[in-house]
């Protein structure tokens, strides 16, 4: 298999434009993680899908991110508008169903917000 | 909330020797924790998992233990080598039927030649 795939890998655009992410999971992966990363917080749970729903987005920042599943192989995630302070790296996970499984990150996107 | 604490300052040690990582969390005890890898660039790598009624796990050159009246793990890396120089995190699970991992912030391992 590929392993979970990102795009793109790279971002750079100015404050106030629309920003989108989009993660391709491993197939047969039920559940599917979108995480930042930064130096100051480490890794952070945005949200995670179960079978294409939305399971829990409390570590989603605020009305200007949202992410989409509409089908097993593909999700997005969205911030508009962007801000500086989004400005970090953004990993797509996948993991099968069984509990405790472990996660299969991407390569992640770095995303930097001018 | 559940905190977690891993060693905030890089390790480094001499070739062969062997590395000691520490991850401390605060809270309730998890269901069971997991040892991430992650090299510059790249998304995390899973090493090894250990749950609650778990002392220690082995695989290869890496030993994890899980000690839950001290709230604390340790992962090992014996035999060290240049190729394992890379951050490593620890994650705790929160428990319940949530799939929601609580991260650290990494320890920093630097292996010399």
């Known amino acids: 298999d590929a392993g979970v795939i990102q795009s793109p890998r790279h971002e750079v655009t100015e404050m106030g434009q629309e920003v989108t992410l989009r993660c391709k999971p491993i197939?047969?992966?039920?559940?599917l993680f979108w995480y930042r990363q930064t130096m100051m917080r480490g890794l952070e749970l945005l949200i995670y899908f179960n079978n294409n729903v939305p399971i829990d987005d409390s570590g989603m920042p605020e009305d200007r991110f949202s992410a989409k599943m509409p089908n097993a192989s593909f999700s997005t995630l969205k911030i508009q508008p962007s801000e500086p302070r989004d400005s970090a790296v953004y990993f797509c996970?996948?993991?099968?169903?069984?509990?405790?499984?472990?996660?299969?990150f991407g390569p992640g996107t770095r995303l930097l917000v001018l | 909330s559940q905190k977690i604490e891993q060693n905030s300052e890089a390790l480094n040690i001499q070739e062969g020797k062997t590395a000691t990582l520490t991850c401390n969390y605060t809270n309730y005890s998890p269901a069971y924790l997991q040892w991430y890898r992650q090299d510059p660039g790249r998304g995390p790598v899973f090493l090894l998992l250990?749950?609650?009624n778990e002392k220690e796990k082995r695989k290869e050159r890496l030993k994890v233990t899980f000690d839950t009246t001290l709230k604390q793990s340790l992962f090992h890396i014996t035999a060290s080598q240049p190729a394992d120089s890379a951050t490593y995190l620890c994650a705790l699970d929160r428990g319940g039927n949530n799939r929601k991992l609580i991260w650290g912030l990494g320890t920093s391992l630097a292996v010399n030649p």
């Open positions: 996970a996948s993991s099968l169903p069984e509990y405790q499984e472990t996660q299969y």
């Open positions: 197939s047969g992966h039920d559940y």
């Open positions: 250990i749950r609650e």
